[in-house]
């Protein structure tokens, strides 16, 4: 999904705190923060950012994450904000979904109508996605020119991301193995990559409702997922919705269960920053 605009955020996270940087460069880096902050601005959708416009219209779980960390380097209640309004989707059962629906958009299959029905869409997709927000907010800590906002926020957002955590343990960890599951590619983050090819291969095709894709009036479909790919993508899908994507059974019905690297490691840290002591404190950062 748009490695380019996450690649984007970060570099303008970077420029913005690099102090390192030869005098004949900055120049151009100079050229690439202010493309970065438009991106930004343009992508705005009032306390959370889209991807891209058309192809991606929604707020997607980690690329929010990733963009407070951009918005931290123009105003640090934005990024805060970005991260509020990921969690202000969060599932009883501690689950944050990989995208959110905060309003239509005719332009991305599959949409609320998909995950849920047309009588009654869903206002978020029912998997999710790397735990990447803890390790962002001790990030947005750390550089903070607010110190107190930033506690504030990390603090009431200590007990969400912890509840997402214990989650990822129990619905994608049920036989105790000490690493998670991810039962949809679309859960790694990287959606098509080769590394899913055997076992996406694996998945038969169930007789799905006829569909029509929105993403290859947005880009070279050469660039997408083939067909077959996605057959089986919306095969999990709808297999997941017939059990109202029930944390207890999804691990064990879904014919598509890798252990990504990627996701472990990130939760692996995740972890960790939420252990996190500041200098001089003797307390956790998170908890009072």
């Given at each position: 999904m748009c490695a380019w605009l996450r690649f984007s955020y970060c570099v303008l996270w970077y420029l913005c705190r690099c102090r390192g940087a030869k005098e004949d460069a900055r120049k151009s880096l100079k050229d690439l923060l202010e493309i970065s902050k438009q991106i930004l601005t343009e992508n705005d959708r009032g306390g959370y950012t889209i991807p891209a416009k058309g192809l991606y219209p929604y707020q997607w779980n980690w690329d929010s994450a990733l963009v407070a960390l951009g918005w931290a380097t123009l105003n640090e209640g934005r990024a805060w904000e970005e991260l509020e309004k990921l969690f202000s989707a969060q599932w009883e059962d501690g689950l944050v979904p990989h995208i959110v629906f905060h309003q239509p958009s005719p332009t991305y299959f599959p949409g609320p109508e998909i995950w849920g029905s047309v009588q009654q869409p869903m206002g978020s997709t029912g998997i999710t996605q790397p735990p990447v927000a803890a390790i962002t907010v001790r990030n947005l800590y750390e550089t903070a020119v607010n110190k107190d906002l930033a506690l504030q926020k990390a603090k009431e957002l200590f007990p969400r991301i912890l509840?997402?955590?214990?989650?990822?343990?129990?619905?994608?960890?049920?036989?105790?193995?000490?690493?998670?599951?991810?039962?949809?590619?679309?859960?790694?983050?990287?959606?098509?990559?080769?590394?899913?090819?055997?076992?996406?291969?694996?998945?038969?095709?169930?007789?799905?409702?006829?569909?029509?894709?929105?993403?290859?009036?947005?880009?070279?479909?050469?660039?997408?997922?083939?067909?077959?790919?996605?057959?089986?993508?919306?095969?999990?899908?709808?297999?997941?919705?017939?059990?109202?994507?029930?944390?207890?059974?999804?691990?064990?019905?879904?014919?598509?269960?890798?252990?990504?690297?990627?996701?472990?490691?990130?939760?692996?840290?995740?972890?960790?920053?939420?252990?996190?002591?500041?200098?001089?404190?003797?307390?956790?950062l998170w908890i009072q």
């Open positions: 509840a997402w955590h214990r989650w990822f343990q129990s619905a994608r960890d049920p036989e105790g193995t000490g690493l998670v599951a991810t039962l949809h590619p679309w859960e790694s983050g990287m959606d098509n990559s080769p590394a899913w090819d055997d076992a996406l291969h694996n998945v038969p095709v169930d007789q799905i409702p006829p569909y029509v894709r929105q993403d290859l009036g947005h880009v070279d479909s050469a660039m997408r997922p083939k067909k077959d790919e996605y057959d089986r993508y919306l095969t999990l899908l709808y297999r997941f919705r017939a059990v109202n994507y029930d944390c207890k059974q999804l691990y064990f019905l879904s014919p598509f269960r890798v252990t990504d690297l990627c996701t472990n490691s990130v939760l692996y840290r995740a972890n960790l920053d939420l252990r996190y002591k500041p200098e001089k404190k003797s307390q956790s």
